[in-house]
């Protein structure tokens, strides 16, 4: 059975940095890309960044680009996201996603999510 | 980056069959997928490239999708079913997903 466990969410004040982290379980975490979206309050989904297998590709979204670092650990199916310069419009829940199959396509495995808030 | 274009809401009575689409320019050129979202909980895979279940979602969830407008189709709705649910595809310009913007679902 998979599961996706994120952690590491909190409070942070605005230029203040957090990194989380995604614990996979169930399936050979090294066979599939990840991802991570958020979803701010009362708001819709929004992806945020993905890496390859082998950590040799990775892609962000503009918003986050320059200030956000997605990595992972296939020896411990761990896949993280280094956090920086966080902005009062980063305050969401971050949820870490496995493609159903491949690199792309549509998201099977969701974790439950964790909360960030950015906030002086 | 490509958009998704959701009505932001469809409301339905219990029993009956609620529509819900998601507009893109061609986007019957490329594969859709559909989340459900209860409230306080992570989105569920419903529908997958345009047409196909994955295991445990009932057959009562149908989607299509051609020219401009894919449907998530979903039959004999119960009060379970209230919910967000998003449109996805994969933007192969930009290389990575894009949702539409949501529509609730208000079960009446």
């Known amino acids: 059975q998979v599961h996706l466990v994120e952690s590491g969410g909190g409070l942070s004040k605005p230029g203040g940095s957090l990194r989380l982290s995604c614990t996979a379980s169930?399936?050979?975490?090294?066979?599939?890309?990840m991802s991570w979206f958020r979803q701010a309050p009362g708001k819709g989904l929004e992806w945020l960044s993905y890496?390859?297998?082998?950590?040799?590709?990775?892609n962000y979204a503009d918003s986050v680009k320059g200030r956000f670092t997605i990595s992972r650990d296939n020896a411990k199916n761990l896949l993280y996201l280094q956090m920086d310069g966080l902005r009062v419009e980063d305050t969401s829940i971050y949820y870490c996603?496995?493609?159903?199959?491949?690199?792309?396509?549509?998201?099977?495995?969701w974790g439950q999510g964790t909360l960030v808030t950015v906030s002086s | 980056s490509y958009v998704l274009t959701q009505p932001p809401s469809v409301s339905v009575a219990p029993g009956q069959t609620a529509s819900i689409t998601c507009g893109g320019t061609?986007?019957?050129?490329?594969?859709v997928h559909w989340y459900q979202q209860r409230p306080g909980q992570a989105p569920v895979l419903v529908v997958y490239?345009?047409?196909d279940r994955p295991s445990g979602i009932p057959e009562r969830f149908s989607g299509s999708n051609s020219g401009n407008t894919a449907t998530l189709t979903i039959s004999r709705v119960a009060a379970g079913d209230e919910a967000d649910y998003y449109c996805?595809?994969?933007?192969?310009?930009?290389?990575?997903?894009?949702f539409g913007g949501g529509t609730r679902l208000t079960v009446l």
């Open positions: 169930g399936f050979t975490f090294g066979d599939y890309y």
């Open positions: 061609n986007i019957e050129d490329t594969s």
């Open positions: 490239d345009d047409s």
């Open positions: 996603a496995r493609a159903r199959v491949g690199g792309s396509g549509s998201y099977i495995y």
């Open positions: 890496i390859s297998t082998t950590s040799s590709f990775t």
């Open positions: 996805q595809v994969w933007d192969s310009t930009s290389d990575h997903p894009v």
